[in-house]
């Protein structure tokens, strides 16, 4: 089992940053890949970034590539989204997933666990 708890959320004037956080605690944080999704009010949940297991290799949605930034430090089983050029259609609840592989993916039914998710508003 992988426990994960999200952080970091709030409201954000348009142009602005926050970094989301998301705490994993039980099965090897190490060995999982990781993902941030997003659901926006009325709409489905979709994909934002992944990460592989060492950090060494990310991908984004095409509607977050070049603003948002996926990491993970895995001493301190944490991992991280900084979002920076926030729009109002950033707004949604964040949410962060682990698989148990080691290679990353985009897919939500790949996904294995899943926390209860922080709310960013951004604000135009």
């Known amino acids: 089992q992988v426990q994960l708890v999200e952080s970091g959320g709030g409201l954000v004037q348009a142009g602005g940053s926050l970094r989301l956080s998301c705490a994993a605690s039980?099965?090897?944080?190490?060995?999982?890949?990781m993902g941030w999704f997003r659901q926006a009010p009325g709409k489905e949940r979709e994909f934002v970034a992944t990460?592989?297991?060492?950090?060494?290799?990310?991908y984004y949605a095409d509607s977050v590539k070049g603003r948002f930034t996926i990491s993970r430090d895995n001493a301190k089983n944490t991992l991280y989204l900084q979002m920076n050029s926030l729009k109002p259609e950033d707004t949604a609840v964040y949410y962060c997933?682990?698989?148990?592989?080691?290679?990353?993916?985009?897919?939500?039914?790949?996904?294995?666990?899943w926390g209860q998710g922080t709310q960013v508003t951004v604000s135009s």
């Open positions: 039980g099965r090897t944080f190490r060995g999982s890949a």
């Open positions: 997933a682990a698989r148990y592989e080691l290679v990353y993916s985009t897919k939500q039914n790949e996904y294995d666990f």
């Open positions: 990460i592989n297991w060492s950090g060494g290799t990310t």
